[in-house]
């Protein structure tokens, strides 16, 4: 039988993780439903062995260190299957989820998709908790609920594949991809649901999020430099600069949307945002005296 889809799972060191995504894909992989490649790049783990310990799966490994590098051959393995999702290898994702998902796509219109975000927060402590609830509210889930950003997994039609050729080298690859189409292309799928692994403190939590900000200032540079095709503005974003009085109309609309059992959570997030931000900054300071030595 042909392929209902392909599924790409680039993979970096990821032997403790990748195990659960694909046993949710294990059958359906067997079956031939969906033609699922998972690329190892640069991996000095077991990665590898265990992504084929499951029948069906495609696992190859390329000594590129990168993720661009492994969606890039992981679409020149897919070939012409569509539709076709980009999985991390760590999320959790059932069956059925990624059926929604494929269903979603598997449309001759320029569609692509992401599910909706449960955040794993069970081990996290009491200000991890507070980050990640801070994400639920009105005044982020209004941009959050129309971006396919921090999701771990989205997905293509085949003609919506046809917008860019090959990833460029950036570590925000879903803000690349986010970027190439406007709101009214972009779907979250109501049965589709993945959940996503959180730091358990704090400190792990701002070190993940200054590696996410050295991502986005990163794809930032890129969009600033590269031409923006089939008249996609893809600088558009949260961070995007824009007129004062654009920015006085945001801010005015975010202050009716908090509600009071907002406030502590939203206090959480800027705060780590602003450590994330001194984060960067020291670590600017670091690479400038390392190149002056």
């Known amino acids: 039988m042909e392929p209902l889809a392909s599924i790409v799972i680039p993979a970096h060191n990821e032997e403790h993780r990748i195990r659960g995504l694909l046993q949710s894909l294990s059958e359906a992989s067997q079956q031939g439903q969906y033609a699922v490649f998972v690329i190892c790049n640069g991996c000095t783990d077991r990665t590898r062995e265990v992504a084929e310990e499951f029948q069906g799966v495609h696992v190859v490994e390329i000594e590129d260190v990168g993720k661009h590098f492994a969606l890039n051959e992981g679409d020149r393995l897919a070939d012409d299957i569509f539709p076709r999702l980009y999985c991390d290898a760590d999320i959790r994702i059932d069956s059925s989820s990624i059926e929604h998902l494929v269903r979603q796509l598997t449309t001759d219109k320029l569609v692509v998709a992401g599910p909706i975000v449960k955040y794993d927060v069970e081990r996290g402590s009491w200000g991890v908790k507070k980050y990640y609830r801070s994400l639920e509210s009105l005044v982020m889930s209004k941009w959050l609920d ?61 070190r993940n999020e ?73 670590l600017r300071i670091r690479q400038r005296q390392v190149s002056w030595r």
Request: positive net charge; charged residues 20%; without cysteine.
């Open 210 to 282: 200054t590696r996410v900000a050295k991502g986005n200032r990163q794809a930032a540079t890129y969009f600033v430099h590269e031409q923006v095709i089939d008249g996609v503005d893809s600088t558009e974003g949260a961070h995007t600069s824009g007129s004062q009085s654009t920015k006085l109309e945001t801010l005015t609309q975010w202050t009716k949307d908090v509600r009071p059992s907002d406030i502590l959570p939203l206090i959480t997030y800027l705060f780590v945002t602003g450590m994330t931000r001194v984060s960067l900054v020291f």
């Open 146 to 206: 129309v971006h396919l950003v921090g999701r771990g997994v989205y997905g293509a039609s085949r003609e919506a594949r046809k917008r860019f050729d090959r990833f460029p080298p950036l570590f925000a690859d879903d803000k690349f991809f986010d970027s190439q189409y406007n709101e009214i292309e972009k779907a979250i799928v109501p049965g589709a649901l993945v959940t996503i692994w959180t730091p358990a403190s704090l400190r792990q939590l701002i």
